[in-house]
């Protein structure tokens, strides 16, 4: 029999131990992640194509919603092998692929990639383990979801950017908070099912998209990919899904040689032609000035907050800087206990919180603060309008 090598009632522990309900432990998790505010903004923040006015480009809400329904595909092909003796949670697979880009910031990669400038020393930001943060520390003004130990570390370790062959799971309980980095393998088959999945979601899409957006048109699609897998995002998907299937395996989750070279084609198609086309390039250098703009004007807003006291002494102008105060205010015990367990001084708490609350914007709202630094204010005159 094919199962995870973890017992089950490590993989289902909790930060905090609750009994199980009718749900059972994995639908639990999904219906806590559907009713956050951070999976709630995901259907306004970017996929590939910035704050779309298309209302059928792909949005990081779509995206991750494929991400499920293709993990939990695979997990039922598997689970119905010929010959196979698979037991594949598809509940936990769904789970992971809902909660996995809830850390993702507005403007997706060039969003990420700015932030990460900005922070140096003791922090560092990557969006896989800025959304197991957001699920286990920041939800909830600082008490998280309360999660199953297998959704949180499929999570963290999704690392959708690598496109290695084959995927073996550590079957290993790890320190999610001491992680820091993308070289870790998920617990789980199911967590490295979502992390294909998460590929192969959107592989096909981006090119959609790209087509609608007149990048590319279907003949640029390189001719082995169309030959061999199609030109559609269901021709890609279904061809990708059915080879993860055919090849996994108890020692692992893998796609066969022909398809590893396919997905590895489509990727260097997506990057020259999609990821890296001219006019993409220009607004994701304008959307990194915002997110670094943004940064640097809410740090000059935290050193008017005293942590210790909770009182802000600077004065608020405009309407998103009083959100800002709020959210410093609301999250100060959390943020208290963080800087005292990690001995961050005041500069690596201020950078924390700031990152954060920006991490957490939409397209739009990032947008709307920036009109709000960038444009004066109009000048309200005391007399009256329409008088003579």
């Given at each position: 029999?094919?199962?995870?090598?973890?017992?089950?009632?490590?993989l289902?522990?909790?930060?905090?131990?609750r009994?199980?309900?009718?749900?059972?432990?994995?639908?639990r998790?999904?219906?806590?992640?559907?009713?956050?505010?951070?999976?709630?903004?995901?259907?306004?923040?970017?996929q590939?194509?910035?704050s779309?006015?298309?209302d059928?480009?792909?949005?990081?809400?779509?995206?991750?919603?494929?991400?499920?329904?293709?993990?939990?595909?695979?997990?039922?092909?598997?689970?119905?092998?010929?010959?196979?003796?698979?037991?594949?949670?598809?509940?936990?697979?769904?789970?992971?692929?809902?909660?996995?880009?809830?850390?993702?910031?507005?403007?997706?990669?060039?969003?990420?990639?700015?932030?990460?400038?900005?922070?140096?020393?003791?922090?560092?930001?990557?969006?896989?383990?800025?959304?197991?943060?957001?699920?286990?520390?920041?939800?909830?003004?600082g008490?998280?979801?309360?999660?199953?130990?297998?959704?949180?570390?499929?999570?963290?370790c999704?690392?959708?950017?690598?496109?290695?062959?084959?995927?073996?799971?550590?079957?290993?309980?790890?320190?999610?908070?001491?992680?820091?980095?993308?070289?870790?393998?998920p617990?789980?088959?199911?967590?490295?099912?979502?992390?294909?999945?998460?590929?192969?979601?959107?592989?096909?899409?981006?090119?959609?998209?790209a087509?609608?957006?007149?990048?590319?048109?279907?003949?640029?699609?390189?001719?082995?990919?169309?030959?061999?897998?199609?030109?559609t995002?269901?021709?890609?998907?279904?061809?990708?899904?059915n080879?993860?299937v055919?090849?996994?395996?108890?020692?692992?989750?893998?796609?066969?040689?022909?398809?590893?070279?396919?997905?590895?084609?489509?990727?260097?198609?997506?990057?020259?032609?999609?990821?890296g086309h001219?006019?993409?390039?220009?607004?994701?250098?304008?959307?990194?000035?915002?997110?670094?703009?943004?940064?640097?004007?809410?740090?000059?807003?935290?050193?008017?907050?005293?942590?210790?006291?909770?009182?802000?002494?600077?004065?608020?102008?405009?309407?998103?800087?009083?959100?800002f105060?709020?959210?410093?205010?609301?999250?100060?015990?959390?943020?208290?206990?963080?800087?005292?367990q990690?001995?961050?001084?005041?500069?690596?708490?201020?950078?924390?919180?700031?990152?954060?609350?920006?991490?957490?914007?939409?397209?739009?709202?990032?947008?709307?603060?920036?009109?709000?630094?960038?444009i004066?204010?109009p000048?309200?005159?005391?007399?009256?309008?329409?008088?003579?």
């Open positions: 029999m094919i199962t995870n090598k973890i017992p089950f009632e490590e289902k522990r909790r930060t905090t131990p009994e199980d309900d009718i749900r059972g432990c994995y639908y998790d999904q219906t806590a992640i559907l009713h956050s505010k951070p999976f709630r903004r995901l259907k306004h923040k970017t590939v194509f910035f779309p006015n298309d059928h480009i792909c949005t990081r809400i779509e995206h991750v919603l494929h991400v499920a329904t293709v993990a939990a595909t695979i997990c039922r092909g598997l689970n119905s092998k010929a010959g196979e003796e698979w037991q594949l949670n598809e509940d936990m697979a769904y789970a992971i692929s809902l909660g996995h880009d809830l850390g993702h910031t507005p403007f997706g990669h060039s969003g990420e990639a700015a932030l990460a400038r900005v922070l140096d020393g003791r922090q560092c930001f990557m969006h896989e383990v800025n959304s197991y943060r957001v699920v286990e520390k920041l939800i909830d003004g008490h998280g979801l309360n999660l199953t130990y297998a959704v949180k570390d499929g999570i963290i999704h690392n959708g950017e690598k496109f290695e062959q084959s995927i073996t799971p550590d079957f290993t309980i790890k320190d999610l908070d001491s992680i820091n980095s993308r070289r870790f393998v617990s789980t088959y199911e967590g490295a099912i979502v992390r294909f999945s998460d590929k192969i979601a959107y592989l096909g899409r981006d090119i959609e998209d087509m609608v957006a007149g990048f590319i048109k279907k003949s640029d699609i390189p001719a082995v990919i169309r030959r061999k897998i199609g030109g995002n269901s021709d890609i998907i279904n061809f990708l899904v080879d993860v055919a090849n996994s395996t108890e020692n692992a989750i893998a796609v066969s040689d022909e398809a590893h070279e396919l997905m590895l084609e489509l990727r260097k198609f997506n990057y020259k032609s999609i990821y001219p006019l993409l390039v220009e607004v994701q250098q304008s959307c990194e000035n915002i997110v670094a703009t943004l940064f640097d004007y809410l740090y000059e807003m935290y050193d008017h907050f005293d942590l210790e006291t909770g009182k802000y002494k600077g004065h608020k102008k405009l309407a998103f800087e009083a959100y105060v709020d959210y410093m205010k609301n999250m100060r015990p959390f943020y208290l206990n963080e800087a005292e990690r001995s961050f001084d005041r500069e690596c708490v201020g950078k924390q919180i700031v990152a954060d609350y920006l991490s957490g914007m939409t397209d739009r709202f990032a947008i709307d603060c920036m009109h709000e630094i960038s004066p204010q000048i309200h005159f005391r007399h009256g309008r329409g008088t003579f």
